[in-house]
């Protein structure tokens, strides 16, 4: 079985205010005035609280997730509103079903939403999305980490966070990863400006 988590990185932040409004349970590593969030409300699966940061935090972030190490999924926020989603591969074709079989799945946090698309979806840039939603990255480079084929979802997660300039804290952890982990000694040396926000 592969990684499963989700966390929430918020671009320009204030460190007193991301502690002030991040969901009890979580962890938080600081990264410049970058944040990323480790909630236990998204352990679920599917990003819950990073819309609702962004809303409180007058700011833009993205949620990312994996699934089993298997796909990679994206929501971006700014200020409550959801600008940009995707998932890398497209879970239709992962699980191998139509569209119109998609609302049977629960595929809640996986970017899509089974809806048959459009015409002009030929025109769709989900890497330049991706760039103009969080303000920031380099669109050729999240090009690039979207389409190159990759073993694991991680692996892509990597790619994706060097792409848009975010803190490499976010791959590969979770609230749960890090609450079982919490009492290695090694595990601050690994992310630096790691806190744990309680209730």
Known sequence: MGNFYVNVTLVDVRADEVRRQAPRPSFVAFDGADAVVFAAADDAGAPVTGAGLTHALGCAGISIGVHDDDILFWEVHRQGETLATGAVPDPAEYFGVDLADLDTLDLDGFGGDGEEPDEDDDDVDPAA???????????????????????????????????????????????????????????????????????
Do not use: K
């Open 129 to 199: 999305d991706l760039v103009a939603a969080l303000g920031r990255g380099d669109v050729d480079a999240v090009r690039v980490a979207l389409a190159t084929e990759q073993v694991f979802a991680t692996d892509r997660h990597v790619a994706l966070v060097e792409a848009l300039r975010l803190p490499r804290a976010a791959v590969g952890w979770g609230h749960r990863y890090l609450a079982a982990d919490w009492a290695d000694h090694d595990l601050g040396s690994r992310l630096p400006g790691l806190e744990r926000l309680e209730a």
